[in-house]
């Protein structure tokens, strides 16, 4: 099992440019999670899905990060324009709901995002 | 909401001694996940527990779900150099599938 792969592990780019982060989730598994990172606020879930479907977005800070899963094996999260203070690590995480796996989440090794 | 509390935030220790962290919510929980997050690397699952009173053991890592369902214990013997990361306890937000993280224990060691 390959895991979650998420790219790029590492982002550099300048305030104002959109970046687009990529997630391909454990093969099967139904939920995808998109976390942020920092040491000021740790672990931030943003937004998670269902089958492919938002199911809560309320983690999402601004209408400047959007997130979209066209496919089962496939997820984005996009920040346009970027902003210094979105520098943090993002993280992928996926789960297959089951008795055996209940609410076990597999994270990915994440995107290192630092906005000059 | 429902809220982690971590503690102790950070320890450094030497190689060799025993290590006991835990979290407590004032809110009852029904599973407690316990992960380590090396550094440069996402959290990884050590011990899941899922009933109150549990005692799971994962090698030299010990964890137990607190009867009152408010509290778990990770317990780590003989501590290595390779301890070292940060670990997150984690519960499951209401019925539904977010998790709630606390702020992590981060364990440093010296060889």
């Known amino acids: 099992d390959a895991g979650v792969i998420q790219s790029p592990r590492h982002e550099v780019t300048e305030m104002g440019q959109e970046v687009t982060l990529r997630c391909k989730p454990i093969s099967g598994h139904d939920y995808l999670f998109w976390y942020r990172q920092t040491m000021m606020r740790g672990l931030e879930l943003l937004i998670y899905?269902?089958?492919?479907?938002?199911?809560?977005d309320s983690g999402m800070p601004e209408d400047r990060f959007s997130a979209k899963m066209p496919n089962a094996s496939f997820s984005t999260l996009k920040i346009q324009p970027s902003e210094p203070r979105d520098s943090a690590v993002y993280f992928c995480?996926?789960?297959?709901?089951?008795?055996?796996?209940?609410?076990?989440?597999?994270f990915g090794a994440g995107t290192r995002l630092s906005v000059l | 909401g429902q809220q982690l509390n971590q503690s102790p935030q950070s320890m450094f220790i030497q190689e060799g001694e025993d290590v006991s962290m835990n979290c407590t919510s004032s809110s009852i929980f029904n599973t407690w996940l316990w992960y380590k997050q090396d550094p440069g690397e996402g959290p990884v699952l050590l011990i899941a527990l899922y009933k109150a009173g549990e005692l799971t053991s994962n090698g030299r890592l010990t964890a137990q779900f607190g009867i009152t369902r408010k509290d778990s214990f990770l317990n780590i013997s003989a501590s290595i150099p390779s301890d070292v990361g940060i670990y997150f306890c984690a519960g499951p937000l209401n019925a539904g599938n977010m998790l709630t993280f606390g702020g992590g224990t981060r364990l440093m060691v010296k060889p």
């Open positions: 899905f269902n089958n492919n479907v938002p199911i809560d």
């Open positions: 995480a996926s789960q297959k709901w089951g008795s055996l796996a209940k609410n076990i989440q597999y």
